[in-house]
C-alpha cells in the first residue's frame, strides 16, 4: 500500500531550509560555524512593525480576518503597488498569504492543472519545481547564461514554449543569481506571453534590495494587457526582516485572486491577525530603517565581490539585487553537493549547493549576515580553494 500520494513522494525537502536550520544547530552545539548559507536578513524586525502588532494584541485583535487579510491592509497594498510599482490593483484583487512561498504555492495552484507546462529559468529558487511538481504539472528549465547575467532572454522563453505552456516564472531580483531584469527586456518576455496567453509568475519578494543604478521593474506594469496575465507576488519577510511573521501577498486579475481566496478558505484561512497589523504599520510607518538596511547590504555586497574576485578557481557576477551570490565552482572540478559538504564539515561554512537552484556547478552564499563572519567565512573558503 503507498500512502504517500504520487504527486509528493518524489518531492525533495527544501535545501535551502534544512541547510539554514544545520548551521543553527551547529552553532546551538558550540561549533564555530560561519553561515554563509541563509536566505534570511539577519537584521531584527524594525521597532515601530513590532510594537503595532503587540498593540494589535493588547488590543484583543486575536480573531479571524477576512481570509484574504484585513481590508486595511489589502487597500495599503493597493496604494502601494500603484505609488510604488505602477500597478493597478483594486483591494479585492489582492489576498494576503502566510508569506510569499504560501503566495507562490497558491497561485500555482490556483492556475496549473496536471500536464500543464511551467517554464523556470534556471538557476532558479529551490521551491519553484517543487511547487509545480506538487500539483501535478510539469516545471520545464530553461538553462540561462552566466554571459548573460543568468536572465532568460525572450528568443529562448520563445523556444521554449509549447502548446501545453500555462505560465513562466520571473523572479527578478533573483535568488540566487541576484540578476536584475530591465525593463526592456521584460517588456520582450510580456510580449512572448501575451502572443500565446501564458500568465507570468512575478516573484518580486525582493524588489527593495537592489543596488547602484539598478531599477526593479514590476512586469505587469508595463502593458494593460501583460498585466492581465501577470501575477504578482511580494511579501515582508526580506524589505522589513519579516521571516518570522509569514506574511506575503499575491495581486492578480479578480478571477485569479478569488480562486487564490477560496484555495485559502480551505487550508490556512487568514494570516496571522496580528501580524497583518504589523504589516500595515510596515507598509505606512517610516522607511528609512530599509534603506540603512539596504546601505549595510550594498557594503557586504561590494565587499564578497572584491574577495571573490582575487579566490582562486573561483569566479562570480556582480548582483545588482538581492542578498546572494552565485559562485561558480567548475574549476576545482568538485560537484556542488560534495564541494558544500567539504566546506561545511572542514572550514565549518555553511553555504548552499547550486544543485538546489538547478546548477551543479556553483554554490550559493548569502550575505544577509554580519561582514565580520562574511569575512571569516571567506578567508576560509579562500583557504579551501587554494588546497583544491
Ligand atoms: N521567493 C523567493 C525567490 C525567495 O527567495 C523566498 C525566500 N524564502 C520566497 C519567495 C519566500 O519568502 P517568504 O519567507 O515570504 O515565504
Ligand atoms: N528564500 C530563502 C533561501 O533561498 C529562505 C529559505 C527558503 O524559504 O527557501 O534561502
Known sequence: MEFIAETIADLSPSLTLSITSQAKQMREEGIDVCNLGAGEPDFDTPQYIKSA?????????????????????????????????????????????????????NAIMACCDAGDEVIIPAPYWTSYPEMVRAVGAEPVFVETKQENNWKITAQEFDDAMTGSTKMIIINSPNNPTGAVYSREELAAIGEVAASEDILILSDEIYEKLIYG???HVSIGSISDEIRKLTITINGFSKAYSMTGWRLGYTAATKEIADAIDTIQSHST?????????????????????????????????????????????????????????????????????????????????????????????????????????????LDRLEEFCKAH
Not at 73 to 89: A, F, T
Not at 285 to 294: F, L, N
Not at 312 to 333: C, H, M, Q, R, W
Open 53 to 105: 502588532a503587540i498593540d494589535a494584541l493588547q488590543d484583543g485583535q486575536t480573531k479571524y480576518t477576512a481570509v484574504a487579510g484585513l481590508l486595511a491592509l489589502r487597500k495599503g497594498l493597493s496604494k502601494k503597488l500603484r505609488e510604488e510599482n505602477q500597478l493597478d490593483y483594486e483591494h479585492n484583487e489582492i489576498v494576503v498569504n502566510c508569506g510569499a512561498k504560501h503566495s507562490c504555492f
Open 213 to 215: 543604478e539598478s531599477e
Open 269 to 377: 484561512s487568514n494570516p496571522t491577525t496580528f501580524a497583518q497589523y504589523g504589516a500595515i504599520a510596515a507598509l505606512t510607518g517610516d522607511q528609512s530603517e530599509i534603506t540603512d538596511m539596504v546601505e549595510e547590504y550594498d557594503i557586504r555586497r561590494q565587499y564578497v565581490l572584491g574577495r571573490l574576485n582575487s579566490i582562486a578557481n573561483v569566479s562570480t557576477i556582480e548582483p545588482d539585487g538581492a542578498f546572494y551570490f552565485l559562485i561558480n565552482i567548475e574549476k576545482t572540478g568538485i560537484k556542488s553537493v560534495n564541494f558544500s559538504e567539504k566546506l561545511l564539515s572542514r572550514m565549518q561554512v555553511a553555504t548552499v549547493p547550486g544543485v538546489a537552484f538547478g546548477n551543479d556547478h556553483s554554490i550559493r552564499i548569502s550575505y544577509a549576515t554580519s561582514l565580520p563572519i562574511i569575512k571569516e567565512g
